[in-house]
């Protein structure tokens, strides 16, 4: 099942900071994080693990509630790059990602 | 070096033609995929593989049928286009499998008229 990622959308001016969150109704064993700009491919981000384990970019800070099924982005003092559309994926144990239906930020100067 | 390359990067053909994608990685993964992306963004994955052999095959009809020669390679070959088909189409890699990064190719952006 798809997770629900919330909010649709959201407009930040430079420097603000913004949270976006991905819930799940399954039990998952990783939330994997990735943006994707317009006419682009996605680039990842972000994987959380069952258990604390995470990996990815040094900027980029996330937490996975594995009880709640619940993880979130959070970016902080935005730049002008941060813009795109952000996608959870989570992974229940089928061996796939199965994504959100995506998160479009906007960050204005 | 383009990590994972896709071609044609523009696709635009008829109702009911065959087309073939194509996908290459240099990155030496194991794990090789295909996603639909539509109109709407929404991101699914159709097929993966793992060394050559396939692992996830999604409900996708008969008409996409994925092929890897080997485990760098991963093609997609549609029948009987439709309208429905319309959609960008990207290539993935990992090392593994799912709980690593995945590295997506271009895209290939299908239009069925």
């Known amino acids: 099942q798809q997770p629900v990622q919330s909010p649709q959308a959201v407009i930040l001016r430079e420097g603000e900071d913004a949270v976006i969150n991905c819930s799940s109704s399954?039990?998952?064993?990783?939330v994997h994080w990735y943006r994707q700009k317009h006419g682009e491919a996605p680039v990842f981000l972000m994987i959380l693990l069952k258990g604390g384990e995470q990996k990815g970019h040094e900027k980029i800070s996330a937490s996975f509630n594995e009880k709640k099924q619940q993880s979130s982005l959070y970016l902080t003092a935005s730049q002008l790059s941060y813009s795109g559309t952000y996608f959870c994926?989570?992974?229940?144990?089928?061996?796939?990602?199965?994504f959100g239906q995506g998160t479009r930020l906007t960050i204005n100067p | 070096d383009t990590a994972v390359s896709q071609t044609p990067k523009y696709l635009v053909t008829q109702m009911g033609n065959d087309k073939s994608i194509k996908c290459e990685q240099n990155l030496g993964h194991d794990t090789m995929y295909w996603y639909k992306q539509d109109s709407k963004k929404f991101l699914k994955i159709m097929f993966s593989y793992n060394n050559k052999e396939l692992i996830i095959n999604e409900t996708v009809p008969n008409r996409f049928s994925p092929k890897s020669p080997d485990k760098a390679h991963l093609n997609l070959h549609i029948n009987s286009l439709e309208l429905g088909d319309s959609a960008v189409y990207f290539c993935a890699s990992s090392q593994l499998a799912y709980y690593n990064e995945q590295f997506f190719g271009p895209g290939t952006r299908l239009t069925v008229l």
């Open positions: 994926g989570t992974e229940g144990g089928a061996q796939k990602l199965v």
């Open positions: 399954k039990a998952l064993y990783s």
